[in-house]
């Protein structure tokens, strides 16, 4: 069985992909119109244990991790300019061990699974909870906050909790404008309210938190459903071209900064760790190398961090995945380029107007969430390579 892009009506593969993207709008909806509150006064503790020096320290086995190592970039490295940078940790390699060495009682402990859960993650969540922290069990049963997954379906599970830790990174930064410590601002304190010495009360923030990260959840489905209005037949096209590579031999060789680091590692672990049933396709993440990403940047330059892993290990059969949220990174600009001089197929997950990327037709296949705010186009391309990655699956099965 091949995907075809030509059928119509009901049943071909563009109508299905519309049908993937848009089922998630109603299980989002439901979620955040129920945890919108609780969210927002799990976030105000959040910025008062940061204000006293607590750390956020994530967790996950697998696919998890990768969750982990997003919500870790998003709160040290935030993407809107003039934001603080947070503390935040990665511990998924040993957090068993790891999370009992360094954890204070000010941190925050975040635990990620799917839907089915995980025992050891819970059990760490609890010997945190012990010491003083504040837990966050996504999914879970116990802990400071906690919430039964979202779906039971692994892909859209990540993907409403992708957009609960967005909110949450988005929205401790208004309770830091209303209720900041330790600033010294001498005698013009009383310019500065918000910015002295002494507690300043936030209970009435939380209702504006609140609705808040809710219209947040609808810019979202916003979103999903223009992608799937103008971009189901290009998912469909894109995942044929895929597909037909992997038949031969090829292997999926996927690259990105930041937060689109981390969905190629979750991209390239979806892919070879699939769901019960479905094949297990080769896939690689460029961005999950620190050792040579931090050497080649060293030295070379940042700007060959993929191209020269690219020389190392595409092979002409096989698949350039770019995912960019600007469409315009000179590294992974320089990727593609090389991509293509070696035969590679190219394909871009962009957003904004798809940037330089789209411009200069530096890939074969190009799939845009048109959108300029950072955090929700990343929550829709992680619908986007979910469902992509579902069509092929159901096409070789």
């Known amino acids: ?27 989002s909806r439901a979620f955040f119109e129920r945890e919108a509150e609780r969210l927002a006064a799990a976030c105000r503790e959040m910025s008062g244990r940061f204000l006293r020096g607590g750390r956020l320290l994530a967790f996950g086995h697998g696919h998890s991790a990768t969750d982990a190592q997003h919500v870790s970039v998003e709160f040290v490295h935030p993407v809107i300019v003039g934001k603080r940078a947070l503390p935040a940790l990665d511990l998924s390699l040993g957090f068993r061990e790891w999370l009992p060495a360094i954890l204070r009682p000010d941190d925050i402990a975040m635990g990620f699974a799917g839907p ?10 609890r010997e945190a909870a012990a010491v003083g922290a504040q837990t966050f069990a996504l999914p879970g049963a116990e802990g400071s906050y906690f919430v039964p997954a979202p779906s039971d379906d692994r892909y859209v599970s990540q993907e ?46 939380v209702g504006q938190v609140a609705a808040s990260i809710a219209a947040k959840a609808r810019e979202d489905e ?13 998912i469909v096209e894109a995942a044929a071209a895929v597909e037909s590579r992997l038949v031969a031999g ?37 961005a999950m190398e620190p050792a040579n990403v931090s050497a080649i940047a060293n030295d070379v330059g940042a700007e060959a961090i993929f191209q020269r892993q690219l020389i190392a290990h595409g092979r002409p059969g096989d ?23 070696r035969g590679l197929l190219t394909l871009a997950l962009l957003g904004y107007d798809g940037g330089e990327i789209a411009r200069q037709g530096l890939a074969d296949h190009v799939l845009v969430v048109d959108c300029d705010y950072v ?23």
Not at 13 to 27: C, D, E, G, T, W
Request: proline share 6%; glycine share 8%; aromatic share 6%.
């Open 1 to 27: 069985m091949t995907l075809s892009a030509a059928s119509s009506g009901p049943g071909d593969p563009a109508a299905r992909v519309r049908r993937r993207i848009l089922a998630r709008n109603p299980i």
């Open 116 to 125: 089915e859960g995980d025992p050891e993650v819970a059990a760490a969540l």
């Open 160 to 205: 409403i909790l992708e957009v609960l830790y967005h909110t949450l990174w988005e929205t401790v930064h208004v309770f830091f404008e209303h209720h900041q410590l330790g600033h010294d601002v001498g005698r013009s304190g009383f310019l500065y309210p918000f910015l002295g010495r002494e507690e300043q009360d936030t209970s009435g923030v």
């Open 222 to 234: 916003e979103l999903r459903e223009a992608a799937a209005g103008s971009q189901a037949t290009a």
């Open 250 to 286: 090829g292997t999926l060789i996927l690259f990105g900064n930041g937060g689109s680091a981390t969905d190629a590692n979750d991209w390239a672990l979806d892919a070879s760790m699939p769901p019960p049933g479905c094949r297990a396709l080769p896939a690689i993440s460029l």
């Open 319 to 341: 698949v350039a995945i770019a995912i960019s949220t600007s469409g315009g990174s000179v590294n992974v600009v320089e990727a593609l380029i090389e991509a293509r001089k």
């Open 375 to 397: 955090p929700r186009i990343q929550e829709i391309q992680a619908t986007i390579y979910h469902v992509l990655l579902q069509t092929i699956q159901e096409s070789l099965a």
